[in-house]
């Protein structure tokens, strides 16, 4: 099986020591991007990738500089549902330069990096048995590598499609000091809803706003439906996206939802979903200079090791 | 938050001096269990906890002696489907007992030891932010704990429903030496496939066999089958699962589907599935002795720190 070192080449080795560089790499990529959104759920299979890849587009459409960044290096499925698959990176004097989408997307994935559909990733321990002990903080430095080292640009929007876990979002807080809000999905279950209710409770503990609640796959179960638990926490409901099965065939065939289908009732609802995140972020309280530093000198830094 | 530490008391402190003995009670509590079986997708949200509760209740249902452990820590939801959740623990002489459903299944889950449907497991770190560094080992040390020091008794069965990320199954097959071997699932959609591919890598190089594949949601989406991906890797196709509503009913009122709708095709899909599951197991090359135990003295001794 392939290591992570062995994918990434010189930028896997010497992690350690290329941290500090990277951090003031981080502070400047991140500079230039005015809002950072996580999309999270805790629950997974609830259509968080495919709300990510829907949005990205919607957010396009109207103009936007958007980015999305797959940060589920262990189940990616951005670059797919992006149509950017087995698209090859170009490695710059700026970075690496994301494969931009049919919409204009900039996108990064663990998914470029691999060789084969059948290869996940393993971290370089000394066996496979202790590679628990090192995988929270490989996948850490993963990240960290995503963000500072892809040349994103000037970007209004930079979207992290999460992993299902509700401790996932922690890390990334940790990583992106200036996360400009989250955004939570879930599913009409009431077993979605015990799962998403941790993530909440982590959402909060990160400091950055929960922007807003998407329900997705209305209609297709009888549950407790996603306004009720948004009122339960005080948090804005953002919409409900009906399920529709032209939402997986969109996913796998590479061409967002929206892109195709704007003038329906799931399209309609995404659209919709883009707009109150948009508003939401440029509210005058959300809204933040490009120019600032979002990592004031000192401050959260992270220990490494 | 409430940390780990808090919620298990002294199970938690001095986690590391207690290692030795509990690799002592893990070992004999696991060889008073005849085949232990991990179910896995790597994918979330494709059915993988429904499939483990109703595998459980269908083996139940035979006769047989079953115990399911909720593997996945941050979004524990076994308790609920199969209805034990608010349930007390009791802690005897020999371990934790295992609440026991209606129908027999004993159950051991991160969600009987939360305090509330909002508080997520947070590990015991110096803060949130570094909280990654730790959480693969701690993740590894409570599950090593739920298998040691719940007092499981004699199974035929013991089911463990794996959370998403193709990675978890290399630390579970560290602490389950005795693996009996791992099931598949997917979902009709490339997407699913292109994760669970890397699923099926990483159980391969568990070294347990890999039984079976089964599909959820069969027809619900339009995308590839369970069968094509079976017979892409040459593993046995178990069957498909149609989507009905009621699954995800009955998760929610914690009554197993095949417990009350077995007559149905999706219920008729799951005894099959399960029949499939046992017969494998109980075939000669897969059969092992009640009384024999599963970890020769020290092989495959796990280093812990």
Redesign the interface.
């Known amino acids: 099986?392939k290591k992570y070192k062995d994918i990434v080449g010189d930028g896997g080795s010497n992690i350690v020591a290329q941290v500090e560089a990277q951090h003031a790499r981080l502070k400047a990529r991140l500079a230039a991007v005015r809002h950072v959104v996580a999309i999270v759920s805790?629950?997974?299979?609830?259509g968080k990738?495919s709300l990510t890849a829907n949005l990205a587009a919607a957010l396009a459409r109207e103009g936007a500089a958007v980015g999305v960044l797959d940060a589920d290096l262990?189940?990616?499925?951005i670059a797919?549902?992006l149509g950017v698959r087995g698209m090859k990176l170009r490695v710059t004097e700026a970075g690496v330069e994301p494969p931009v989408t049919a919409q204009g997307i900039r996108v990064m994935s663990m998914?470029l990096l691999l060789p084969s559909?059948?290869?996940?990733?393993?971290?370089d321990a000394?066996s496979?048995?202790?590679?628990?002990?090192?995988?929270?903080?490989m996948?850490?430095n993963a990240l960290r590598e995503f963000l500072a080292d892809t040349a994103w640009g000037s970007l209004d929007f930079l979207l992290l499609d999460l992993?299902?876990?509700?401790?996932r979002l922690?890390?990334l807080?940790?990583l992106v000091p200036s996360l400009s809000g989250t955004l939570v999905v879930t599913i009409p279950?009431?077993?979605s809803?015990?799962?998403v209710?941790?993530?909440?409770?982590?959402a909060r503990?990160?400091g950055a706003p929960i922007l807003g609640l998407v329900e997705n796959m209305a209609e297709?179960?009888?549950?407790t439906g996603g306004e009720a638990l948004a009122a339960e926490?005080g948090i804005p409901f953002f919409g409900s996206v009906s399920f529709d099965?032209r939402l997986?065939?969109a996913?796998?065939a590479g061409v967002p939802f929206v892109t195709e289908h704007a003038d329906t009732p799931a399209g309609r609802a995404l659209l919709e979903i883009a707009g109150r995140v948009r508003a939401t972020l440029d509210a005058p309280s959300h809204s933040r200079p490009l120019t600032s530093s979002p990592l004031p000198s000192g401050e959260?830094q992270?220990?490494d090791?």
Do not use: Y
Not at 74 to 77: K, V
Not at 117 to 123: C, G
Not at 220 to 223: A, N
């Open positions: 099986m805790g629950k997974g299979g609830v990738s262990n189940g990616p499925s797919k549902m998914d559909d059948d290869a996940p990733v393993t971290w000394t496979q048995v202790d590679s628990h002990v090192w995988r929270g903080n996948e850490a992993p299902p876990g509700a401790d922690s890390t807080a940790g279950t009431d077993v809803h015990l799962v209710k941790k993530s909440i409770t982590v503990a990160t297709l179960f009888q549950g926490f099965p997986a065939v996913a796998d959260r992270e220990p090791r």
